[in-house]
């Protein structure tokens, strides 16, 4: 549970991966399930990214942003206590990662970790050789030499830690969900603010919850 699409052996940033498929047709493989036997696919991001270890990250921050994210968000590996690489959340990758994995819907975590970021940058693309791309390249080597392109949204400087209904997050919150949903054109379905099963929302009207059967 631990390992992310972008560590996949086949879909990932190879050589920078695991040695597993870790993307969904992997659970398929390792379970005895057929595929035919899914009914859907949901994807979980934290409202920011993280890296373990080497390998390309284009909207890693390294700088005090990013440290007091992984302050805020406790990115320190549970066992070896190694910090986690942190950065801004990626439009591109989370497209490709739809693709790879055929999300239905996607649940966002950690929102609240975000809480004290005045302007949230998010990396709506890349420059490549001065030239703004929307996809991810296809290989490491062109990875590395990419900037991120960001956009800069303002964030809510108030604590969500708690909130269970979507309508009571701050406005800011809500539109930072929104404009993740609409740039990378990936349904959004659950949102949460905490590690307590009452800190994690379900949004109405979502394919999510339709596979749930609320």
């Given at each position: 549970g631990a390992q992310g699409t972008m560590l996949?052996?086949?879909?990932?940033?190879?050589?920078?991966?695991?040695?597993?498929?870790?993307?969904?047709?992997?659970?398929?493989?390792?379970?005895?399930?057929?595929?035919?036997?899914?009914?859907?696919?949901?994807?979980?991001?934290?409202?920011?990214?993280?890296r373990v270890g080497s390998g390309p990250f284009p909207s890693e921050d390294s700088g005090?942003?990013?440290?007091?994210?992984?302050?805020a968000g406790n990115e320190f590996g549970s066992?070896?206590?190694?910090p986690r690489r942190c950065g801004w959340f990626d439009v591109p990758l989370l497209q490709y990662t739809a693709m790879v994995n055929g999300f239905d819907s996607l649940i966002v975590t950690k929102l609240d970790v975000l809480d004290e970021v005045e302007s949230i940058p998010v990396c709506v693309a890349y420059?490549?050789?001065?030239?703004?791309?929307?996809?991810?390249?296809?290989t490491n080597a062109a990875i590395e030499s990419i900037k991120p392109v960001f956009e800069?949204?303002?964030?809510?400087?108030?604590?969500?830690r708690g909130v269970s209904d979507f309508d009571d997050?701050?406005?800011?919150?809500?539109?930072?969900?929104?404009?993740?949903?609409?740039?990378?054109?990936?349904?959004?379905?659950?949102?949460?603010?905490?590690?307590?099963?009452?800190?994690t929302m379900l949004l109405t009207g979502t394919r999510l919850e339709f596979l749930l059967g609320k």
């Open positions: 996949d052996v086949d879909h990932g940033t190879y050589p920078f991966v695991t040695s597993s498929s870790a993307a969904a047709g992997g659970a398929c493989t390792g379970t005895g399930v057929a595929p035919t036997r899914i009914d859907g696919i949901v994807g979980v991001s934290k409202a920011y990214i993280t005090e942003a990013g440290e007091r994210i992984r302050q066992v070896t206590g190694r420059e490549v050789n001065g030239k703004a791309v929307s996809e991810m390249p296809a800069h949204l303002p964030g809510w400087k108030r604590s969500t997050l701050p406005s800011e919150a809500r539109q930072y969900i929104s404009f993740l949903e609409s740039r990378s054109g990936v349904e959004i379905g659950c949102v949460s603010t905490g590690p307590e099963r009452t800190e």
